[in-house]
Every structure is written in C-alpha cells, then in structure tokens.
C-alpha cells in the first residue's frame, strides 16, 4: 500500500509544482489562512487516489469538509492529509513546502510520507519497516537510503524552529536549553523538521504555537520509524491524534539519540 500511496502523492506534487513556477492567486479563508488552486488541486488528487485504492478507510483533510467528532470517533484507521503544508512557503516562493499523508491506526501514526516538490525529495516510512529519504526524478524515487543518516549525541544542540511561527514561549525553551547545552539553532518550513530530525541533521524541534493533526502525523511517523519522539507537553506521552479537536497541543519533538538527554529537562519546563 506504500508504493500506491508514494505514486498518488508523486502525482499531486508533479501538478503543485506546476502552479508553484507560475503566477497564481491567493484567496484566505475564515481564519486568515491562505489557500492556492495548488492545495485544491492537491487535495483533490490526493484524496480521490486514496479512496480509490482503501474505499473503506475514511480520509480527513485540512481541505475537506469537516467531519463532527461524533462520526469520526469510531475511526480505528483513517487516512490524514495535509495537501499543502507550508502555503505561506509556497506563496513566497520559499521550496519548504510540503505534501503531507499519513495513516493512523488507534490514533498512532503507522505510515507517513513527505514530499517536498521544489527540493525533489520525499521521506516515506511504515511502521516496523524503517524510515526512507529518496530523490525524485523525472516522477520517481531513486537512491533511497535509511535513516536515520547520522548517530550520536554531541553538542551543540541543533534546535530547528518553525520559519513562519517562532514565538515567545519557542524562545523561553531555547533559553533554558541553553543552560544546560551549546546551542545552535536553525529555522525551516512545514513538516521538513521532522524531517530533519529522522535524517540526524538536527536535534530538537520544539512547537508551541497552533498545529493541527495533519500538520505532524505524517512528518510524527518518519520520526518515529528513526526511533524519535514527539512529546506532548501536557503529560508528556507521545502525541495522539484523533482528539475531540484537531488541534494538537504544545510539543517538543526529540531525535532518538537526543531523548535521553532531553527528558529531564522536560519534565521541569
């Protein structure tokens, strides 16, 4: 089912990438969010993809219509999409955007991919099976090598924050990193840090403003296939999802390596 869903997510970011390099207009919704014909598009391929080859898993979409908690409740397995992670990336031209999937069984991500069109590269991963990086070319995956690529704990401390959503409380926790280790710190977009955490090439990625569920679980599941974790700062247990609401709380997430290291420190923020 992996190798379907890569290909559905290949083909969504062939027609993004499309819009991405030419003009195109930017509409906001009630929230102020922007949207492109690039995350309709995307959700439209996406989604229909992934009816196609699971009819009997449902899927919930940033793009989709909202499903009540009432109905989707009951879903033990259910596809969550971000079409376009990182729309304000892709309005300013920055190749940090992403397409995000991911499949979550009893609220446990168990299958994530992350594609990033502008970069050509992807990070897939299934639960039991590894975490993969590959390049894209001429709509396919080649050189995918296992992650993550590199081990160890050493200083400094790479902290990598969000590019368009650094706030206060983001720049409390770095300071009291910075009490205990050496601290370099890093800015990206969308769900790449995750990314860059299963790969080895940063350490830490701490997150208190607002996310929503389709916003990590795929980016959640590379990480947790390297042997990561993304903490829920309420309790401090891996984060879940199919909540009441789908909006996430604060998290830190911690590369494998790191965790041990990172934990107590944790529990006294």
């Known amino acids: 089912m992996l190798q379907e869903v890569l290909y559905i997510v290949l083909e969504a970011g062939e027609k993004v990438l499309e819009i991405y390099n030419k003009d195109f207009k930017v509409e906001y919704k009630e929230d102020k969010t922007p949207l492109t014909e690039a ?13 196609k080859i699971t009819p009997n898993i449902p899927v919930i979409s940033e793009e989709g219509k909202d499903i009540p908690y009432e109905e989707r409740k009951s879903f033990k397995k259910f596809w969550l999409v971000d079409p376009l992670d990182g729309t304000k990336e ?13 499949l979550v069984v009893e609220g446990e991500p168990v299958l994530g991919v992350v594609y990033t069109p502008a970069k050509n590269v992807i990070y897939f991963a299934e639960k039991g099976k590894g975490a993969f990086k590959g390049d894209v070319i ?7 090598a296992k992650l993550p690529l590199r081990f160890g704990f050493e200083q400094p401390l790479r902290v990598v924050a969000s ?13 009291k990193l910075s009490q205990s280790f ?6 990206a977009g969308s769900s790449l840090k995750f990314c860059l955490l ?15 569920e389709w916003d990590t679980a795929a ?5 947790k296939e390297t042997g990561g974790f993304v903490y829920s700062l309420e309790n401090l247990n891996e984060l879940r999802y199919n909540k009441k609401s789908l909006r996430n709380e604060a998290f830190v997430a911690v590369r494998r390596d790191v965790a041990p290291h990172i934990l107590p420190l944790l529990k006294n923020f």
């Open 219 to 223: 980016g959640h599941a590379v990480l």
């Open 39 to 51: 995350d309709r598009i995307s959700h439209k391929i996406i989604t229909e993809g992934l009816q």
């Open 198 to 212: 299963a790969e080895g090439n940063a350490d830490v990625y701490p997150r208190f403003g607002p996310t929503m």
């Open 138 to 144: 001429a709509g396919d995956i080649f050189d995918a």
């Open 182 to 187: 050496l601290i370099e710190t890093t800015s």
């Open 163 to 175: 590019r368009s959503h650094r706030d206060e409380k983001t720049e409390e926790f770095i300071q």
């Open 90 to 102: 892709f309005i300013n031209k920055r190749d940090e955007f992403t397409l995000n999937v991911a």
